[in-house]
């Protein structure tokens, strides 16, 4: 039987080599822990980045999936389907959106969250057409997403790039305020940046932002593909900020392990008309049944509730951490997403070691990793995760 270092050195013929990756080849999951082609064991809390908000081989999601595979998994959306049409009033029932477009993905979220911003500024704003996006930020991979993506390195090898996207530093509202023109039509931020290694801003930074759009006329796009579906400790990250977003999209969470991304809208908002937008297998009856049913469980269940108990939990843990070795220079968490920052360029270290230890990680930057963990990790997984890391960061 082939091992993991067989199926590495075959993945390195043949596959493009645009992803760094771990050498571990995962096979199995269950809840929190996965295993590797060796049969080793790891507590996953990358839990694929932050997709995995069951955790692996939930019978909710395994369920569904089933189910719906021996029903009906695509039609085209000339058609009506149920599922999605399900999926849909459960988000828009309870969130304060009133419509909502299923694509595949973060990135295809956001593409279409900012052609509907396009068009808004056409016929609202007099054309106008940019959109103020923070430094440090991440919006995808897709060119679109890449222009309003501010960070050089993931648009250097692309240009030239869309025009129209202008980049102030994050939580600096004066910084928008400032960038603010004629040709501004909307604002897209991340609640709290999460690929650019959980950065949370002011209590009163989205406030002030709501405010500032509203006196403008501007969208407000909060960009939820991470912080959405409970990871920040709430449904939606912007009820964490207080304010209410004119737009807001969604993908990893929501889909539990199947790729699904979503944009909603207030109905204000919506300028988009038929015929504007589509998605071959977007919103799909596969996707969006499972989709269903992790969030019926998650709202159900209040698995939101329960991220802010283990929020405390984990930041105790990584206290400790930080108490036992003086290189661990900063931590921030919010919700289940957390960052443990080093004071030299460490991580890529880090993550061997955490291999090694059994807990998978991710290296957010060169001096932090990041932990995402399924939102119905236990206590006792969290301090075994700890225990595991704490074996790890001692060897450096
Ligand atoms: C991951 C991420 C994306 C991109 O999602 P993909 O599904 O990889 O396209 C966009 N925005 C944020 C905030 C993300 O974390």
């Given at each position: 039987m082939?091992n993991?270092a067989d199926?590495i050195?075959?993945?390195q013929?043949?596959?493009?080599q645009t992803?760094?990756r771990q050498p571990?080849?995962i096979?199995k999951?269950?809840?929190?822990?996965?295993?590797?082609?060796?049969?080793k064991e790891?507590?996953?809390?990358v839990a694929?980045?932050?997709?995995?908000?069951l955790?692996?081989?939930?019978?909710?999601?395994t369920n569904?999936?089933?189910?719906?595979?021996?029903?009906?998994?695509?039609t085209?959306?000339q058609?009506?389907?149920?599922?999605?049409?399900?999926l849909?009033?459960l988000?828009i029932e309870?969130s304060?959106m009133?419509?909502?477009?299923f694509g595949n993905?973060g990135?295809e979220a956001n593409?279409?969250?900012l052609?509907?911003?396009?068009k808004?500024g056409?016929?609202?704003r007099?054309?106008?057409?940019e959109?103020?996006?923070?430094?440090?930020s991440f919006h995808?991979?897709?060119?679109t997403?890449?222009?309003?993506?501010g960070?050089p390195h993931?648009q250097e090898a692309?240009?030239?790039?869309?025009?129209?996207y202008?980049?102030v530093d994050?939580?600096?509202?004066?910084?928008?305020m400032?960038?603010t023109?004629?040709k501004?039509a909307a604002?897209?931020?991340?609640?709290?940046?999460?690929e650019?290694?959980?950065v949370i801003?002011?209590?009163?930074y989205?406030?002030?932002v709501?405010?500032?759009c509203?006196k403008?006329?501007?969208?407000?796009?909060l960009?939820?593909v991470?912080?959405?579906?409970?990871?920040?400790?709430?449904?939606?990250g912007y009820q964490?900020?207080?304010?209410?977003?004119d737009v807001?999209?969604l993908?990893?969470?929501?889909?539990?392990?199947v790729p699904i991304?979503?944009f909603?809208s207030?109905?204000?908002?919506?300028?988009?008309?038929?015929g504007?937008h589509?998605?071959?297998f977007?919103?799909n009856a596969?996707?969006?049944?499972?989709?269903?049913a992790g969030?019926k469980?998650?709202?159900?269940?209040d698995?939101?509730?329960?991220?802010?108990?283990m929020?405390?939990?984990?930041i105790?843990?990584l206290?400790?951490l930080k108490?036992?070795?003086?290189?661990?220079?900063?931590i921030?968490?919010?919700?289940?997403l957390a960052?443990?920052?080093?004071?030299s360029?460490?991580?890529?270290?880090?993550l061997?070691n955490a291999?090694a230890?059994?807990?998978?990680?991710?290296?957010?930057r060169?001096?932090?990793v990041?932990?995402?963990p399924?939102?119905?990790?236990?206590?006792?997984?969290?301090?075994?995760?700890?225990?595991r890391l704490?074996g790890?960061?001692?060897?450096?």
């Amino acid at each position: 039987m082939a091992n993991s270092a067989d199926w590495i050195a075959k993945e390195q013929k043949y596959y493009a080599q645009t992803v760094r990756r771990q050498p571990v080849v995962i096979v199995k999951g269950e809840g929190t822990r996965v295993w590797d082609a060796d049969g080793k064991e790891y507590l996953d809390f990358v839990a694929g980045w932050a997709v995995d908000n069951l955790g692996h081989s939930h019978p909710a999601i395994t369920n569904a999936i089933v189910e719906q595979a021996g029903t009906l998994l695509q039609t085209s959306n000339q058609y009506y389907t149920i599922p999605q049409i399900q999926l849909a009033e459960l988000l828009i029932e309870n969130s304060c959106m009133d419509r909502v477009f299923f694509g595949n993905s973060g990135a295809e979220a956001n593409e279409g969250a900012l052609k509907l911003a396009r068009k808004y500024g056409k016929e609202n704003r007099d054309g106008a057409y940019e959109i103020i996006t923070a430094l440090n930020s991440f919006h995808g991979r897709t060119m679109t997403a890449v222009a309003a993506t501010g960070q050089p390195h993931y648009q250097e090898a692309f240009q030239p790039l869309q025009p129209g996207y202008v980049h102030v530093d994050f939580n600096d509202v004066e910084a928008i305020m400032n960038a603010t023109t004629d040709k501004t039509a909307a604002i897209m931020l991340e609640p709290v940046q999460g690929e650019g290694g959980v950065v949370i801003p002011d209590e009163d930074y989205l406030v002030r932002v709501r405010e500032w759009c509203d006196k403008n006329n501007l969208l407000l796009i909060l960009d939820e593909v991470q912080t959405g579906m409970g990871r920040l400790g709430s449904l939606f990250g912007y009820q964490e900020y207080n304010v209410e977003p004119d737009v807001m999209t969604l993908a990893k969470g929501l889909g539990y392990g199947v790729p699904i991304g979503a944009f909603l809208s207030k109905e204000s908002a919506m300028a988009l008309v038929p015929g504007d937008h589509g998605s071959t297998f977007g919103g799909n009856a596969l996707t969006t049944a499972a989709a269903y049913a992790g969030t019926k469980f998650l709202i159900d269940n209040d698995i939101p509730a329960y991220v802010k108990q283990m929020e405390g939990h984990l930041i105790e843990g990584l206290h400790k951490l930080k108490s036992q070795f003086s290189f661990i220079s900063d931590i921030r968490c919010k919700g289940l997403l957390a960052a443990l920052e080093f004071d030299s360029d460490i991580s890529a270290q880090v993550l061997t070691n955490a291999n090694a230890a059994g807990i998978l990680l991710n290296g957010v930057r060169p001096n932090a990793v990041r932990f995402m963990p399924p939102l119905n990790v236990t206590p006792s997984e969290i301090d075994e995760a700890m225990e595991r890391l704490s074996g790890a960061l001692a060897q450096i």
